[in-house]
């Protein structure tokens, strides 16, 4: 079998090994004994380190002998072996170790340089402490330079071992692209021959945006331009690396957003909403989530590209995780203006479906469904809040004041207090009436007694306001301008 092609099949073991969805672990099939030997054997300055008995061995060899045990050593280290690996890199060692000519160039062969990078990705690629020895031993250094290699293979496996360590641990990545790797791996991009290679370029590049506190993001703000171009590629591979870098690139400030936004990724994003690609979808959402946080301009970025729709599908979503990130960035888009909220009570049916959700659906996604409910009930007009409530808002809302969770039962009680005060421009506020007929009074009796001095005066508020007078002054007549069929008006935003 030719090295090529034997190069090749090792080359499709190793990465079914490294499995790109498992995040770097479960990957022990083959063992990896290090020698224990001391830090002065592998570096000195300028200086090369003498074996003391290397000569008797060559110093009576022909040059010729030298190269064929090289060679020998060489094909050692290219066997499927550990321990022939390992006698194959300790003999060249030896070699190149000699105080008389010693055959340096020889033994400085891209395939020792692939096999030895293969074999520092495969340990790297197991614990956190498999891979601390691999970044403790010097290697970070010389596999950011051998992006630089010629040789694509090793360049390859350089990304490999590049990607496993900084998804190990954020000082590692920091140490990564403080030695220039962005743009080092960028400037691997116009000679990609391969697709293999391509997704292990993304995948390394979302390693590196990955993690908290966030990567600098003066040097990984040059992945977007490269990130944007691949969001339309039909890969599924490089759809999940790529959404999954921007992802954790727009996790952060305004101007991190801003510079996110710039870089035309918003229309391929929304546009990946539709796919049916559970990981793709994922990290889609979280990055237009993201964005959707940062000013009233992002979002309108956003909404610009009529997400919405496509957001109410993913309402009813079979994932939960998924209903989650919707209602998420649905409570971001209703934190913002009047007009954003006015387009959300737009969509045919949406906010029937946040109360639904609030209803019926796990706590988890209860608790988004509710702060979209709150953020557009106190950030909106006369009108939407009055249309809010005729779609029956107030009791879904109240039905969350019984939960153990202050910062919940404080948004619900700001909506509450929102439209108790629209009601007072009314003639008659018929909105205290009906939660008093619900029993809302006792609920904010018993939040009195809350520990959290935001909760006790906002209940203690409204109960002086609206529900200190033991006799109702109204028969509650109103009550049907609150609850009107969903069937005329649920519908229908009429301004």
Not at 82 to 98: E, P, Q, T
Not at 222 to 231: G, K, R, T, V
Not at 340 to 355: A, E, G, R, Y
């Amino acid at each position: 079998m030719s090295y090529r092609k034997r190069i090749e099949r090792r080359k499709s073991n190793f990465k079914s090994k490294i499995d790109l969805n498992e995040a770097r672990g479960k990957r022990h099939q083959q063992v990896v004994q290090l020698s224990k030997t001391k830090k002065e054997e592998f570096m000195m300055k300028k200086r090369n380190i003498f074996e003391k008995d290397s000569n008797s061995d060559s110093e009576d060899q022909s040059d010729d002998a030298i190269i064929q045990d090289l060679q020998n050593y060489v094909n050692l280290v290219k066997s499927e072996s550990v321990h022939d690996i390992n006698s194959g890199l300790y003999y060249i060692r030896k070699l190149v170790s000699a105080e008389v000519d010693p055959p340096i160039q020889e033994a400085n062969d891209s395939q020792i340089q692939f096999e030895s990078a293969w074999i520092l990705t495969n340990i790297a690629s197991g614990t956190k402490e498999q891979t601390h020895q691999v970044v403790e031993s010097g290697a970070i250094p010389h596999f950011v330079n051998l992006l630089l290699s010629e040789d694509t293979d090793v360049q390859e496996q350089s990304v490999w071992a590049i990607g496993n360590i900084a998804g190990d641990h954020v000082n590692y990545r920091d140490m990564l692209i403080k030695l220039d790797v962005v743009p080092k791996i960028l400037a691997l991009i116009p000679h990609i021959q391969t697709l293999d290679m391509l997704r292990n370029i993304l995948w390394a590049i979302s390693n590196l945006c990955r993690g908290r506190p966030k990567a600098d993001f003066s040097k990984t703000m040059f992945f977007l331009p490269l990130l944007s171009q691949f969001l339309t590629h039909p890969d599924t591979q490089i759809l999940i690396h790529a959404t999954t870098a921007i992802s954790y690139l727009t996790n952060g400030p305004d101007d991190d957003i801003n510079v996110c936004v710039k870089a035309n990724i918003v229309t391929s994003l929304v546009k990946l909403l539709s796919t049916q690609h559970f990981k793709i979808l994922t990290p889609t959402l979280r990055a237009i989530g993201n964005i959707v946080s940062g000013t009233d301009e992002h979002t309108n970025s956003v909404l610009d590209c009529n997400p919405l729709p496509t957001l109410f599908q993913l309402l009813s979503n079979p994932h939960n995780f998924i209903r989650k990130e919707v209602c998420w960035i649905i409570s971001n888009i209703t934190a913002g203006t009047e007009d954003q909220i006015m387009k959300v009570l737009l969509v045919d049916h949406l906010f029937v479906k946040l109360l639904e959700i609030i209803q019926n659906d796990a706590f988890e996604i209860k608790k988004e469904a509710i702060w979209a409910v709150s953020n557009s009930i106190t950030g909106g007009t006369n009108d939407q809040i009055r249309w809010m409530v005729q779609q029956n808002c107030i009791k879904p809302i109240c039905d969350m004041l019984n939960i153990d969770d202050p910062k919940i039962v404080g948004v619900c009680l700001d909506a509450l207090q929102t439209i108790l005060e629209f009601g007072d421009r009314e003639q008659t506020n018929a909105y205290a009436n009906y939660l008093e007929e619900i029993g809302a009074p006792t609920i904010f009796a018993s939040l009195t007694q809350s520990q959290n001095d935001g909760i006790y005066e906002k209940a203690s508020e409204m109960l002086y306001l609206y529900f200190s007078n033991d006799e109702s002054e109204t028969n509650f007549e109103d009550q049907e301008n609150i609850q009107e069929s969903n069937e005329s008006k649920q519908n229908n935003f009429q301004l």
